[in-house]
């Protein structure tokens, strides 16, 4: 059986390739652009894996991975891809 993964990050292509190459390598993926949508899924849904944008539009990914560790004790995996100027 396939591990059921999911993804949040609101920047689509991001989100987008991140999908692809879970499903190429057969896993069962779960997409969202928002936090909202996302802690939906993981109320509903039986997750293995979680890979969370720090910075979302919404809800803040330690916020939602807050929310996954009071009731769930599937990995967790934090990304950003913000920019710094030196």
Partial sequence: MAANILIVDDEQ???DLVEI???NENYNVFKFYNGKDA???I???KLDLAILDIMLSDVDGFSICQQIREKHNFPVIMLTAKEEEI
């Fill in 39 to 41: 802690l939906n899924c």
């Fill in 13 to 15: 292509a991001i989100a």
């Fill in 21 to 23: 190459y879970l499903k």
């Fill in 43 to 45: 109320e509903n849904e």
